[in-house]
């Protein structure tokens, strides 16, 4: 069993297209070994993490990826974390699929503040036909407007997959949220490999994945070490890695969870991209309540993409100026300046 400290950072050319362009390659980790990464002093940890940030990446550039939310509330999962099952009692109010004409106009307002990536968001177990044929015209029309198109619907099948991928589907988001070992503590309403299957499902058809996980639920640093290893051990990885902390809603089973230390959010952003060298990790829920100070240290450590707008699905985010400021404060902008913009 090789140890972090012991492993060499292998260093890669810096590839001629985008990091997105083709599908990432991997190299097989063991909890052991990121358990390992996680426990690194934390200069160390932040230098490895660079040195491979930068192998691929401009590290002075972010991408700005807009949510929004297209069918709110009302889901039939339990999932701990989230105010849209309806099995919790949180503020959120159940609302059927937006139309497409307030979709465009909400993509078109992300787009001229800067997005790149426009991600919509259905608070479904897993859409029916008909939920495809409408989403996929969604995804059509923001297309249309130059934005790359990204989905998040819950659990997908092969032929909606397929699907969506013919209507232009960019990314399609679907977290593993944790660990093998501590999911049946916070979902109970599906399994882990329903979760791979679907992710399975959406490589078949050709639409790159977008996958990460929610830490700061309670969970082990073993488990931290876990759901990075199953993620870096997709084969191959995820081209997006949203690491999400915690935001605690009232009225959900984890309210009143004990937040994690901020330093060990720092890491495990760190270890996504010691693990997942080409990835994009963003930098997910949890900004709002993180300030200005530890998001630095999260893109020091190597992310490189944020939600972008004062809105994630439900709960706040940044408004667009504080980031555009926060990046100027540290000499660092958008991954991809939008026309007309210098
Ligand atoms: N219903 C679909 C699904 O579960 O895949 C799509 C929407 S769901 C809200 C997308 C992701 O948001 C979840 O997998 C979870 O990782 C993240 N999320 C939800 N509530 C959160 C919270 N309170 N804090 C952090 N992340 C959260
Ligand atoms: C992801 O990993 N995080 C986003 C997006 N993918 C869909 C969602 C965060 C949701 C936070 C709680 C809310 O706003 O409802
Ligand atoms: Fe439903 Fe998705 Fe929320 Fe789970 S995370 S309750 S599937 S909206």
Known sequence: MSTATE????????????????????????????????????????????????????PTKVEFA???????GGCSEDCGYCPQSAKYDTDVKASKLMELEEVLFAARRAKDAGATRFCMGAAWR??????????AELVRGVKDLGLETCATLGMLKED??????????????????????????????????DRLDTLAHVRGAGVKVCSGGIVGMGESHRQRAGLIAELANLDPYPESV???????????PLANQEPLDPFEFVRTIAVARITMPKARVRLSAGRQQMGDAIQALCFLAGANSIFYGDKLLTTG????????????????GPAH???GRT
């Open 242 to 252: 949203p690491i999400n902390n915690l935001v605690r809603v009232e009225g959900t």
């Open 126 to 135: 897993e859409p029916k036909d008909r939920d495809i044929e409408k989403v």
């Open 337 to 339: 300046q939008p026309p």
């Open 66 to 72: 807009t949510l929004l939310s297209v069918k709110t």
């Open 317 to 332: 985010n940044p408004d667009t100026n504080a980031d555009v400021q926060l990046l100027q404060r540290l000499g660092m």
């Open 7 to 58: 492993q060499t950072i292998t260093l890669h050319r810096p590839r001629a297209t985008s990091p997105a362009a083709a599908a990432p390659k991997n190299e097989r980790w063991s909890v052991d070994a990121i358990e390992a990464l996680f426990k690194l002093p934390f200069p160390e940890l932040l230098y490895r993490a660079q040195t491979v940030h930068r192998e691929h990446f401009d």
């Open 160 to 193: 909606h997959a397929k699907a969506l991928a013919e209507a232009g589907l960019d990314f399609y988001n679907h977290n593993l949220d944790t660990a093998p070992d501590f999911y049946g503590d916070i979902i109970t309403t599906r399994v882990y490999q």
